[in-house]
C-alpha cells in the first residue's frame, strides 16, 4: 500500500485547528470591524498581530519539536524539556542585570546563548547513559527546575529591574504593533528553509549510527546542524514572548499518529498542527477568560498528560536501584556515630543563624548576649520554623524513596509539594485560613498526587526515569494550574506568593509553636512505621513474604508523607530538594537502617534548611532571599552533581 504524500488525519488535524482558531478570531473581529475607529485601531494592531504571533510561534516550535526528536531520537523531545526556554529566561534576566550592552546586538541572540548553554549542560549530563532518551529529558527537566529557580532568585531580588522582562517572559501572546510579528517571520523563515535542506541527511539518522556512516554520512555535523536548527527555533520564540511549553512535544507526537510517518511529514505537518494548536489556544482563552491568562501556562497544563501518555508507551529501562545503596568510594562511619556528631552540631548551627548576621552598614556582626535577648522574638521562630520544615521535608523524602525502592525519588521530584501548593491554593480560594486550616487541603493535594505516581509506577516497576519524569510532569501540571488560579485576580490567592516562594521572614512565636508542634507530632509516628520502612525497598514479593499488609502499608505511609510535605510546604514553598539531599547524605553517611536513616535525615533536613534560611538573609542584605529558594539553589548543584553519576 502507497503511503499517501499528505496524510488525511494530520491535515484534519491541522485544519480542523487553524478553522476553529480563524472562526473564534472572526466572532471577534467583525463587530470590531463594524465599529468605530478606535475599535478598528484595536484591531488591526492588537488583535491581528496576536493571531499572527500565535501562528509563527505555534509552527517554529512544532517544526523544532520535530527536529529535536528525529536528532536525539527521542519522542520526548521539545524546546520546553530541554531546558530551552528556562536557559533564554535566564541569559535575559542576567543580561538586564549586569550587561545591558548585550541587548543592544539585539534579545534573540542573549536568548539563543542562554539556551545554547543550556542544551550543552543537559547532553552532558546524558552523555554518561549514551543519550538515552529518558536521560536525555530527565536531565533537561531537572535543568529547567534549576535555572528556573536561580530565574525566580533574581526577580525577587532585582524585581523593579526585570517587571517588565518577567511580564514578557510569561508567555502570554499580547501585541501592540506588527513590528514583534515581522521581525519574526524572516527569522523563521531561513530556519524553517534550513530545516528543509536537512530533512535528507536528517532522515537517514533512521538508519542508526552504522548505516549512516556506511552511506557516508557525516553524523556528528548532521546532528550538530539539526540540533543548531531546533535550538534556534526554540530561542527565537522565547525571546520573542517567552516559554510555551509541551506545543513542541504535543504537535509532533499527534502529527506522527495522525500519518506522518516520514521526517518530512512530520515536519511539515507537525509545524501545521503546532500552529493550530497554540492559535486556538490562545482564541480560547480570550474568549473565555480574557487576556490576562498567559497561553504557557495552559499549553503547559495540557501538555502534561500527553507527556504521560508517552511515557507509558516507552520502554521502563532499568529498575529500580535499592534506596538503602551506601557509597562505593569509601566505607560509611556507624549509624549511631553518625547521629551523635549531627547532633552536636544542630546547636552549633541554630547558634550560627541565631547569633551572626549583618549590620546596618552591611559589615558582619555577632549579637551580644543583650542584643541576642532582644533579637529572640525576630530569628527564633524563623530558625525554629526553619528547623521543623527542613525536618518534615527530609522525612518526607526517605518516606517516599522507600516506599518507591528509587534513590532518586523525592517529595519536589516526584510532584508531590506541586500537588500540596495546589491545594494550599483552592483552599484559599473556597475561603479557608489559618496555616491549621489550610494543611488539610494541602495534604489532600499532596496525597492525590503520590497515590497517581504510585499507579503509575506500577505499571513501570517503579524504574526510576519513569517516576521522575511522570513526577516532574504531575509537577508541571499542578504549577500550571497554580499558575492560572493566581493569573486570575483573586486577591486572596495573591496572598500566597510569599508562602509559595518559600519565605519565613513573617513567622512569630505563635505560629513557631504551631509548626514546632505538627512536626513534633507527625515525626514521632515515623518509628512506629520503622518496620515497614524496612520492608518495602525489598519489593512487593518479598514484603508479602514477611507477613506485611501491603495495601495497607503504603496507604498508612502514603499518608504520612503527604502530611509531613504539606505542613512543610506551607512554609517553604513546593521547591526546596530538602527532600532529595537529606535523605540520600544520610543514606551516603552511613545510615542505611530504616531507623537509623529517620534520624540522620530529620537532623540533616533541618540544618540544611536552617543554614538556607541564614543565607537568604546574608547573600543579598538588606533584602532577604526566602529560605525554600535559597535551599532550591544549594541543592540544584547537588542534584546536578548526583545526575551527572547516574
Known sequence: MVEPRIPPRAAL??????????????????????????????LLHAMAPRLGMAVLCGAALGLSGAVFQQVLRNPLAEPGTLGVFAGARLALAAATLWAPALLGLGTEMVALAGAILAVLLVLALAARSGFAPLAVILGGLVVTLCLDAGNKALMLLHLEALSDLFVSQSGGLSQNNWQPALSLLPRLGLLALLAA?????????????????????????????????????????????????????????????????????????????GAGMLTLVDQLLLHLAGPQIPAGSVTALLGAPLLLWLLRRMRPGQP??????????????????????????????????????????GGWHCASATEAFSLLPWRAPRILAALAAGSMLGVAGMIIQRLTGNAMASPELLGVSAGAALGLILGVLLGLSGRVALTLPATIGGGLVLLVML???????????????????????????????????????????????????????????????????????????????????????????????????????????????????????????????????????????????????????????????WLGRMVAFPWQVPAGLMATLLGSAYVLWLMSRR
Not at 14 to 42: E, S, V
Not at 343 to 348: E, F, K, R
Open 197 to 273: 535542506l536537512l530533512c535528507r541527511p536528517l532522515a537517514v539518522l533512521d538508519l542508526e549510527a552504522t548505516g549512516a556512516r556506511a552511506i557516508g554520512l557525516p553524523l556528528p555535523l548532521v546532528r550538530a546542524l539539526g540540533l543548531g536548527v531546533a535550538v534556534l527555533l526554540g530561542a527565537f520564540v522565547a525571546a520573542a514572548v517567552g516559554g510555551i511549553g509541551f506545543i513542541g512535544l504535543a504537535s509532533a507526537a499527534l502529527a506522527r499518529l495522525c500519518g506522518a510517518r516520514r521526517l518530512g511529514q512530520r515536519m511539515l505537518w507537525g509545524a501545521l498542527v
Open 320 to 361: 529500580a536501584p535499592p534506596a538503602t545503596e551506601a557509597s562505593a568510594h569509601r566505607p560509611p562511619m556507624s549509624a549511631r556515630r553518625l547521629f551523635l556528631l549531627l547532633l552536636a552540631a544542630m546547636p552549633a548551627i541554630l547558634l550560627l543563624a541565631f547569633l551572626l548576621g549583618r549590620a546596618p552598614d
Open 455 to 613: 499507579a503509575l509506577g506500577r505499571r513501570s516497576g517503579f524504574a526510576p526515569g519513569h517516576m521522575l519524569l511522570a513526577g516532574v510532569a504531575l509537577s508541571t501540571a499542578a504549577g500550571s494550574l497554580t499558575a492560572v488560579l493566581l493569573a486570575g485576580g483573586d486577591p486572596r490567592a495573591a496572598l500566597l506568593l510569599n508562602w509559595l516562594a518559600g519565605s519565613t521572614y513573617a513567622l512569630d512565636g505563635r505560629d513557631a509553636a504551631i509548626v514546632c508542634g505538627t512536626a513534633a507530632a507527625l515525626l514521632a509516628v515515623v518509628p512506629l512505621a520503622a518496620r515497614w520502612l524496612g520492608i518495602l525497598p525489598l519489593g512487593p514479593a518479598v514484603s508479602t513474604g514477611l507477613g506485611l499488609n501491603l495495601p495497607g502499608a503504603r496507604l498508612g505511609l502514603l499518608a504520612l508523607a503527604s502530611a509531613l510535605t504539606a505542613a512543610a510546604t506551607l512554609l517553604v514553598g513546593p521547591l526546596s530538594f530538602v527532600g532529595l539531599v537529606a535523605p540520600h547524605l544520610a543514606r551516603r553517611l552511613g545510615a542505611r537502617g530504616a531507623l537509623a536513616q529517620y534520624g540522620a535525615t530529620a537532623l540533616l533536613g533541618g540544618g540544611i534548611m536552617v543554614l538556607a534560611d
Open 13 to 42: 488535524l491541522a485544519g480542523g485547528t487553524l478553522g476553529a482558531a480563524l472562526l473564534l478570531f472572526l466572532l471577534t473581529a467583525w463587530p470590531l470591524a463594524q465599529g468605530n475607529a478606535l475599535q478598528r485601531i484595536l
